[in-house]
């Protein structure tokens, strides 16, 4: 990953991390990823939903909504997805720090 992408994303993983523990609002909400993208992210680290929730510090009713379509997730979610999608170790690491 080339240093300039990394450390955007980095930012853009810490602000959803703030999201997620409700420590954060997002400034605006749309929607970068279908339910099925999501699901397949959790599907890539051969996690159930539960486990997935757990690990990377999310509600479980709310993996559920964005893999059912119910909710959608903002911004700096769909941001914390991708990062979750690129590197799933280094998010736990990130997130135990």
Not at 29 to 53: D, G, H, W
Not at 64 to 76: F, S, T, V
């Amino acid at each position: 990953m080339d240093d300039k992408l990394f450390k955007e994303l980095d930012a853009n993983m810490k602000e959803a991390v703030k999201v997620a523990r409700g420590t954060s609002t997002p400034t605006s909400v749309y929607v970068i990823l279908t339910p099925a993208e999501i699901k397949a992210i959790r599907a890539r680290v051969k996690m159930s939903q539960a486990v997935f929730a757990r690990s990377f510090q999310l509600s479980l009713d709310t993996v559920k909504g964005w893999e059912q379509g119910k909710r959608k997730p903002d911004a700096a979610a769909a941001n914390y997805l991708r990062m979750i999608r690129a590197d799933p170790e280094h998010v736990k690491r990130a997130l135990t720090a």
